[in-house]
């Protein structure tokens, strides 16, 4: 139970990350600003994008095309803001993971109800003796913990950036959603 | 601002805060939902609550292994295809259709089901060698 409750603590405790982020960068007008113009473009685009039809003419494509340059760039800015936070999280996890890798290093944090998948064993079973494979490793309890509390943590709190703005930079990845009525 | 607007404001915060308002709606039948996004957290907030309330009594009942598993799927899936589609009867294709309706804050649940789920097991467990 103590290795249970450590792991949690262990998954808070590394949010003090985020805490940092706080006072660094989203207590700032600029970033504040930056995120509310990427907030508001990426509403407007999807907007546009959802009555656009096939036949829309030159003009309204081109118009179009401006507004994913111009939200790019601001999502470009935002994340240069962001980047001082990104280098202190770093710094943080890598000495936090360092110091629980350490800590529960060989400790069975708790037993699964169920024998993962092969390919995930590597993880849930990281650093264990036995054959075991319901017995749990720090390391997936924490990126569980992560997956869930803090994500919940993150969108209970408002830093989680929308979904439009996570629809719209998912697109400079890959290819955006409309992109095929555009060819 | 107008005090339509100036209402939209005070019942839904920005990025997934949902106020007093938005959960007595998420609670009456055929409410009307204004801002997609709205209606979206509360699917993403009802499904976290879901998957906690399923983790700790998984972890108290005997439901182990993938069956266990693949049960909470259907549940967490279903009552909330229910919810939207039956007792809220919005338009689905409003959404993006019912996949995107279902997949709203899904691994997070999921995850988060797993957690409860293991601490559910190790506090009934430690309940029960208490008692012995």
């Known amino acids: ?183 | 601002m107008t005090s339509i607007s100036k209402r939209k404001e005070e019942s839904h915060l920005v990025n997934g805060g949902v106020k007093q308002s938005t959960w007595s709606k998420a609670f009456s039948s055929n409410a009307v939902w204004e801002e997609k996004d709205e209606f979206l957290d509360v699917i993403y907030w009802l499904r976290q609550i879901i998957a906690i309330i399923l983790g700790v009594i998984w972890g108290v009942a005997p439901l182990k292994g993938f069956l266990g598993i693949a049960i909470f799927c259907i549940i967490n899936a279903g009552v909330l295809y229910v919810y939207f589609s039956s007792f809220q009867q919005i338009d689905e294709e409003e959404y993006g259709g019912t996949w995107e309706l279902t997949k709203e804050g899904f691994m997070t649940s999921f995850a988060l089901f797993l957690v409860g789920l293991v601490m559910s097991i190790k506090m009934y467990k430690l309940l029960k060698y208490n008692k012995n």
């Open chain 1, 1 to 183: 139970m103590q290795s249970l409750l450590d792991t949690v603590a262990a998954e808070i405790s590394s949010d003090s990350g985020k805490g940092i982020t706080w006072v660094l960068v989203y207590r700032t007008e600029k970033y504040k600003r930056l995120k509310a113009e990427v907030e508001k473009q990426s509403k407007k685009l999807e907007k546009k994008k959802e009555t656009i039809t096939e036949s829309a003419g030159r003009q309204q494509k081109k118009k179009i095309e401006r507004q994913e340059e111009k939200l790019k760039n601001n999502n470009r800015d935002l994340s240069m803001v962001r980047m001082k936070s990104m280098f202190a999280i770093g710094f943080c996890f890598t000495a936090l993971m360092g110091m629980f890798n350490s800590i529960f290093d060989g400790r069975v944090v708790a037993k699964l109800p169920f024998v993962p998948l092969s390919y995930i064993q590597g993880l849930s079973h990281r650093n264990l003796l036995g054959e075991d494979y319901t017995d749990c490793s720090f390391i997936f309890l924490y990126i569980l913990c992560t997956m869930s509390i803090r994500q919940n943590i993150q969108k209970m709190l408002g830093l989680a950036p929308s979904r439009a703005a996570t629809k719209q930079a998912g697109g400079f990845l890959g290819p955006p959603p409309q992109a095929a009525k555009f060819s």
